[in-house]
Nanobody
């Protein structure tokens, strides 16, 4: 079992920045691929970025050049630095842990990000 707790969401103006954090507990963190997903109003949940235990990362096209995912395997945390935010980035952001062997996946409860003037 893995428990995931997100933090860092909020209201920000267009062009602003936010940093989301996800704290994991309950299992061996380095055996999981970590990811950030989002669900925009009226849309399906979509991948924003993911990161392997080795810190190799992958981004959705919408996130490239603006968002940076990182992880600290010693502290069992994964973060998403979001810069140059746009109104279309407004969504509930979720942290996900996927076991490397695909045996299990876990989701956090989500954190709201609202980009508006």
């Amino acid at each position: 079992q893995v428990q995931l707790v997100e933090s860092g969401g909020g209201l920000v103006q267009p062009g602003g920045s936010l940093r989301l954090s996800c704290a994991a507990s309950g299992s061996i963190f380095i055996t999981y691929v970590m990811g950030w997903y989002r669900q925009r109003p009226g849309k399906q949940r979509e991948l924003v970025a993911s990161i392997l235990p080795s810190s190799i990362s992958n981004y959705a096209d919408s996130a490239k050049g603006r968002f940076t995912i990182s992880r600290d395997n010693a502290k069992n945390t994964v973060s998403l630095q979001m810069n140059s935010l746009r109104p279309e980035d407004t969504a509930v952001y979720y942290c996900k842990a996927l076991h490397l062997l695909g045996r299990a996946e876990y989701w956090g409860q989500g954190t709201q990000v609202t980009v508006s003037s």
